[in-house]
């Protein structure tokens, strides 16, 4: 009797002992996920943080957000999470195409510094205490190695800058008057364009890539 209870108090210890070392490979899996999403994030914090008015946490959230997801879309490969960040939001179509690119310069950034890290994020929390940012990270399933993914399959348009707005109007051979026209735009506003003081919106970029596509193929 005394036999088989040691027994089954060694398999007890056993399987408390296993407990605690899954434990904590788990809070150092947990610890290891928050410091590379941290590094991760920390070049693009400036861009989207303002603390003039006390702690910007939302604004931190939304820069780990697009960590987040691009962690895992690197380690997963599930490329369409780039495009579907923050589609239910009110981001207007330009905001979440600069989201949509920030995201894919994230997922370049986690292949060159942490090429072998194969395990994703499940969730994560930014909390501020004692004049310290604190992120946690709850750890989720490990991937095996897959290949890059290469965004140059898909690309996102190009942005029509100054330079190629006035190119494209002389090209057409067309006033400012008859190119503003065409746009649906004003003269003043169209000046504003080439000469870089104001930027065409998302309707009116698409506008304008058409127009060059168009041109293109006719000339």
Excluded at 37 to 53: A, G, M, Q, S
Excluded at 86 to 96: D, H, V
Excluded at 133 to 144: A, C, F, L, W
Aim: charged share 30%; net charge positive.
């Amino acid at each position: 009797m005394t036999a088989k209870k040691n027994k089954v108090e060694k398999r007890k210890a056993k399987l408390k002992a296993r407990k605690r070392q899954v434990a904590l490979a788990h809070c150092v899996m947990a610890k290891r996920l928050a410091s590379a999403l941290e590094t991760l994030c920390l070049p693009i914090l400036p861009e989207y943080v303002n603390d003039e008015n006390g702690i910007d946490l939302t604004g931190r959230e939304i820069v780990f957000r697009m960590g987040f997801m691009a962690w895992n879309i690197a380690v997963t490969g599930q490329m369409d999470l780039a495009f579907q960040a923050f589609g239910k939001t009110n981001l207007s179509e330009e905001e979440q195409m600069v989201v949509r690119k920030e995201i894919i310069g994230l997922v370049r950034q986690k292949y060159a510094e942490y090429p072998d890290f194969r395990t994703a994020m499940r969730d994560f929390s930014v909390s501020w205490a004692n004049n310290t940012m604190r992120i946690k990270v709850r750890p989720g399933e490990t991937y095996p190695k897959l290949p890059k993914i290469d965004f140059s399959d898909s690309p996102e348009p190009q942005e029509p800058a100054p330079a190629s707005i006035l190119s494209l109007r002389k090209s057409m051979k067309l006033t400012q008057v008859k190119f503003a026209g065409l746009l649906g735009v004003s003269v003043k506003r169209l000046s504003a364009w080439e000469h870089g003081k104001a930027e065409p919106s998302a309707p009116e970029k698409e506008k304008i890539r058409s127009l060059q596509e168009t041109h293109h193929e006719q000339a």
